[in-house]
Every structure is written in C-alpha cells, then in structure tokens.
C-alpha cells in the first residue's frame, strides 16, 4: 500500500489553567496500516527528536476496551465509523493530503489537563453514588441459584459493555451523561441482584451527575452515534422509567 | 540461601481451612487503626482494595490511570476458571488443581495452586451477586467453554468480554467503599519507590503525573497488584501503560524476583504489520474451541487460503496431538506455530503467521452461532487485518502476553520483605512455567477477594509496627533517590529517543529470549542488554519538564527499569539449563522435539536478589516438592 501524508490541526494546551489553540502538524510517510494512534506515535516521535514538547493524549489498551481514548476527530468524538474508539481507527479511512483536526473530548465536566488529556473523574463520582450491588465479600450464594433467563443476561450484558469513555457525553450539545448512567442502571435494574437497591440507586446516581455539571438530555441521539459500544438510548429511556418509577416508589 | 515458602504441613484439600483457623485476627473496631497501600487496580488491587475496605481498614489504591476501571485485567477476553463442575463432566477442586500444576509443567507451588483452585468457585459466587452479566444458557443456569489444556468445560465468560466484565464488577465494589469512606483513589499516580523502615515495608513515593509532585504515603502494609512485565519486549499484548517499574523497585529494595524467564508468548495473536507497531492484539484463546490451526503442507504453496483444498492443508495441532487438537496450551501452541513458520510454511505477507479457520464450525453451527460466540473478537480483527473473518481464516501468530514469572511470595502472599504483600501477575506463585488460559482472572481476584483478607490480618495482627510518619528518614532518602534518577536522564540529552531504545530492547528479547532459547545466544543476549543500557544512560534524548505531564519522562523512567530488569531475565533463562513450559531451550528437547524437564536438578523456583546495577544477581533457591499431583512428561498427545 502507498504511504500518504496528513496535515493535522491538534489542539495544544499547556495545562489546565493555559489558553489553548490548534496548532499545525504535517505527517509524512504514513502506512495504511498504521492506526490512527501510531500515526500520532509517529509525531511525537519526531517532536522528541527535535526536542519538542510532545503532543499528551491518553491511550492504554490500543483495542477499545479501557476506554482510555478521548479524542475528538474532525468533530466527531473517536472519529467517523460506528463501533469504534480511536484506537481502532487505521489510517486507511483517511485520505492522501487530508487535514484532519484533533480535539479531546468537550464538556464542562471533564477539564482539560493538558493538550488532549481530560478529567473525567466525574464518572468515578456517579459510579460510587450507586453503580454497585452492595454484598460483601464472602456474602454470596451460589451463582446458579438464582436462574437468569438467557434474553435478560444478553441484555444486562449489552447495558454493561459501557466503556467509560466519555464520547456519549463529548458528542453531546448539552454534555449529558444519561447513555453512561442509563447502561449502568439499566444493566442492575435487570438482574435480580440489582433490585434491592433499585430505588435508592437512580435518584443517586442521577442526583450525583447532575452535581458533576452534566447536562440534560434532549433526545437527540448523538450519544448512541458515536457509542464505541453501540450502546442504545433505549438504555436512557429505561433511566427516565426507573428514575420516575423511583419517585413514585419513593414518595 | 533455601528460601521458605512457609507452607501448612497436612492434607493438601484441608490445608487452607486448617490454615484459616490458625491465622491471627484482626478485630473489627480495630482495623481502621491500619492503614494499606495497594498498587495498582486491576483485577488483584481492585479486589483487595474493596474487601479490606468492608472490613473496615483504611485503604488507599493508586493506578497509573485516570480511573481504576481502565487497567489493564480489563481486556481479558476469553474467560475464568472454576471448578463448579456444574457441566457434571468430572471436574473437581482436585482436577482443576491438577491441570493447572501439569499446565504449569510442574514448576508452580502445589499449596498456593490448590487454595486457589478451591477458592475458584467462590469467585463465581461473589461476581455473580455483583451483577457480573456472565453468559447464560436458555434455562437460566451459567454457561462454560473449554479452554486449552483442560479436558473439561471450567471458564465461564461474558461474551469475550469476560475481563472487563469482572474488572467492573471489582471497580463496583472499589467505589463502593469510596462512596463509603475506607478507601481513597489515588488516579494518574505512579509508585517509583518503595519505602522499607526497619526491615519493614511501611509506604511508597509516587509521582503524580499531572504536575509531577513527588508524593509519600505512609502505610502498615503495602500491597503491589500492578501485573506483568511483558512490556520489556517492547511489542506485546500489554496495554501501554502496563510496566516493571514498580515491582523492580521493589526487587531494588531486596525484594527476590522469581522465575523472569517464564514468559508467555501467547499463541493466537493478529501478526505484526510493520515497524509502526505499537502493540499487538490478541484474539483470545477460546476461538480455539470452533477454530482450526493450519498451514500448507508444502513451503511454496502460495495460493490464498480458500483455495487450498483439504489434502494440501495440514492441521498440525490436530495432527501432532490428537487428543488435545487445537485446545493443547498455549506454549505447545505457540512452539509449533514458530516450527512451521521456520519450516517456510508461514502465511500472509511476512510468513511469519498461520490460519486459524472457522470454514467447519460455520457450516456446522452456521454464522449466528459463531457470532454469537465471538462477535466482538471477529468485528475487532477485521478492524485491524482490514479482512473478513467469516470468509477467509484469520491470520495469527504468537506475541508476548502475560508473565508467569513476579516478585517471590510465600503462601501468604508476602515477599521476603515483611509487609511487603504481592498479588496477581505480579507474583510468581500459581502458574509455574505456563499458565493456563482463563487462570489469570482466577488468581487475580482469587488473591484479591478471598486471600489477602486471611493473610493480612495475620500479619498486622501480630507484627510490632513503630508509629512512623513521612518525615522518616526512610522517606526522604526514597524520594531523593527518585528526583536523582529523574535529574539524570533529563539531563543527559543524547541523540536517541526512548522508544528506539525500548525497540531494541524488546527485539534482543524477542530473538533470544523468546519461544526458543539456547545458551550461546542467550550470553549474546546478555551482553547485548548490558551495552544498550549503558548507551542509554549516555545518549537517550528525554524531553520536557519534571514538573509536568510528561509523558516522555514517564516512559523514559520505565525503559530504565527494563533494561537493568531484562539482565535478570537473561540470567534467569541461561540458570535454568533445562526446558520447562514457555523455557524452551533448544539443548533440551525430545526426539520429536517437545520440552525436556531435568527435575532432578531444576524443581526449584529460582528467586533472584538484585546486587547492584553491575553486579550478578544472587540465586536464591525455593525447592519445589510435589507430593499430591503425580510429576510425569507432560504430554497431550
């Protein structure tokens, strides 16, 4: 395959409090083959060389499980295609001369540290308001005890692949967290296990993320468009039921 | 020096419950008197994080990430390991242990292998209640795959998703006790020294890596849960951030190092494409249940895959172990992939590859079986092959995966620097010199949940801890020898970036210390290492600031570690003059060329003492004994 050269437009900050800008890159000598990360690797490299600062991003994994990446890519967080982090983009979808601009993800609740590297502790504090079955360890009964149909498994599991990552959020005009709470939710309001909890669970958990500055959710579907997970907003439909269902509960 | 693995004497199936029994307590009004440190927050830090914290300790955890649920046990794919024998097809604690130990080619601790296959099934237990979505069968019960080496069905799964399933369900019950106020996080920390007053370990000093502050934390324990060393190799399995750094501090503070050499090099991986790389993904084990390893019988046959027929086609696992087939372990697998490719039978463009073929499990179960099973693993290879798995075989080749090799722990789980405990990867203890698949997941919360719970209390129930603050001596003298080193390489300014040193290091690894190993190449090895590290300290080029996100200088530390580590691993690899699990060295091997064991003289766990930076390391050796799993010549043939 022919090597190809991209322009690149990153966004640079020194640190969290420091004015930002873009700033211009030219990548020569790029293999299809490469992922969109080793191309950034491939730049840094160079930036070290010269003894320049290099470009700070998170990456961990390299195959879209940590939920480590963050950028966002001609607009889109984790960049164009379906079911894929950043790290799973190749070089290969883009073309010879294209200039392509990297931004992380954006939202009030997740601060940029430095260049593309953002905070999202945030999804730490919602998860400890509720996204647990609280037994003890050494405190469960056997696990076929209780039979779970094999439909509400697959779908529990489909709830729990949320990854973390943050683009649902990224991608969102109000940088509403309600795909990322709605998995969590909706994966232990389907197991049995979960039930005890489920009341007291959601109105945390969404009492928590409101704290946290994310937004509110106006049904748009950006979220799932660019879910590396291909989670669906039926899981936000499901939180809006269970919250309700927890006021009525509740009250 | 004979080290002591301080194990129970009695009946193997009873020793830990007799064990339990006479371990101190800690009482609970007591517990949040201590303070312990745990490092790191996969699968090992993250349990025993969380269930220290319901016992009611003060607990701090730090990960090198941005949260705990990042690291690394999340992308484990296949599955865990319990002997629940619930598929009523003879499993059993006994067997599980059994396998494991054979698996193991004899070279793991018989004690620590059979609590851990007898606390396997509580694991399932606990990750159940967690809401842990394993997969289900219609009726409702837990389904189970096989895996290789094992003749029964044991690993239960999500999907192949199965690690981060249960990291999840670990990280749960971590934020728990966050929200609950025993455990505090400590995120984008990385721990570059540990602190050890009066023979004690008692805290470490971290860097954080967002303003690169030196930090010291004080503790009565300190437990390292921070996995592998398989990025010495440069190009692995290993998420990028998975390093030595903190366990080879911990062997530079007297710490032993156990068995570096066994190294596993996994056998089903999508093969390397060009210089680029910067790692290698692997495709897990349990596609081996419907998939079939093959190459051509003849080295210049060059046709695509589809349209060698059926008599051209060798299926050498099936072939050359009939009643293992695909599913013998991963060292044979890894082993006779390299055979082929060094026959010149290799497929794809650079012939170093095999096929790994789903045509028959298609056609017998059709493609919505097979994408039910493995859909995620296909969508993922065909991200990065750029090829379609369900019409042509995918192409895989063995890669560094995970470490069997780790600090020296007794049956406590502590090194031989008191208070100093080690769980998961990081330890040497459970896989001996090849670990099964699906075993990681198991040891690592088997350490985590339902290990150090016992083996703590035992400890700080009866060790006389001095109060000690981080205004100790101790601390300053850690934390200065850290900003030193950090000064150094900043300051050396050379001509060569940290990663092309980290390149050539890991390709030295890989062509001598790697599937095959033998000892005029491994002496070349060491000499090699030794040079490149001097190189290093002279001409490595680091750039930015210490006090800054620096990811350079992060890097450049752990490369450091690396190559002082990777001297260990060579001298472990050329000690053991015999071939054992991964440890294939080419003067020891049977007429059809299979591992040879020299019992006799090699069941031993050889633990290494660091002496210096230009020093042999010491042996230390822990003899082996095997009285409950009958020692034979490992075959699955």
Sequence with gaps: ?251 | MILDGKVPSGPIDSRWDRHKRDMLLVNPANRRKFNVIVVGTGLAGASAAASLGEMGYNVKAFTILDSPRRSHSIAAQGGINAAKNYKNDGDSVYRLFYDTVKGGDYRARESNVHRLAEVSVDIIDQCVAQGVPFAREYGGMLDNRSFGGAQVSRTFYARGQTGQQLLLGAYSALMRQVDAGTVKIFARREMLDLVVANGKARGIVCRNLVNGKMERYVADAVLLCTGGYGNAYYLSTNAGNSNVTAAWRCARRGAYFANPCFVQIHPTCIPVSGSHQSKLTLMSESLRNDGRVWVPKNADDKRPANEIPEEDRDYYLERRYPAFGNLVPRDVASRNAKVVCDEGRGVGATGRAVYLDFTDAIERLGEDAIRDRYGNLFAMYEHIADEDPYKAPMRIYPAVHYTMGGLWVDYHLMSNIPGLFVLGEANFSDHGANRLGASALMQGLADGYFVIPYTLANYLGGAKLDALSTDHDSFAEAQNSVSERINKLLAVNGARTVTEFHRELGQILWDKVGMSRKQDTLHEALDEVRKLRDEYAQNVKVVGRSDDLNRQMEVALRVDDYMEFAEMLVSDALDRDESCGCHFREEHQTDDGECMRNDERYSYVAAWEFKGRNAKPELHKEQLEFKFAEVKQRSYK
Excluded at chain 1, 31 to 52: K, T
């Design chain 1, 1 to 251: 395959m022919n090597e190809i050269s991209v322009k690149l437009r990153v966004w640079r900050q020194a640190s969290a409090d420091a004015e930002g800008k873009l700033q211009d890159y030219k990548v020569e000598n790029v293999v299809p083959d490469m992922s969109f990360l080793e191309m950034l690797d491939v730049l840094n490299e160079g930036l070290a060389r010269r003894g320049e600062d290099v470009i700070a991003f998170d990456s961990d994994c390299r195959e879209g499980i940590c939920g480590c990446c963050s950028l966002t890519i001609n607009g889109v967080p984790h960049g164009r295609g379906t079911g894929k982090t950043t790290c799973q983009l190749y070089m290969r979808d883009f073309a010879d001369g294209e200039t392509i601009t990297v931004e992380p993800f954006r939202a009030k609740a997740f601060p940029v540290v430095k260049d593309l590297v953002v905070d999202r502790s945030a999804f730490d504090g919602i998860m400890a308001a509720g996204g647990y079955v609280s037994v003890n360890t050494g405190a469960a009964p056997d696990g076929n005890q209780i039979a779970i149909g094999k439909d509400i498994a697959d779908k529990a599991f489909d709830a729990a692949a949320c990854i973390g990552c943050g683009a649902c959020v990224a991608a969102c005009k109000n940088a509403a967290a309600f795909l990322f709470v709605g998995a969590k939710v909706t994966q232990l309001a389907l197991l049995p296990q979960g039930h005890p909890e489920r009341e007291r669970r959601v109105i945390r958990m969404v009492d928590t993320m409101e704290e946290a500055g994310f937004g509110n959710c106006t049904n748009e579907a950006e979220c799932e468009a660019v879910c590396p997970k291909e989670i669906s907003t039926a899981h936000i439909t499901k939180l809006n039921r269970e919250y309700a269902r927890a006021l009525l509960k509740l009250s």
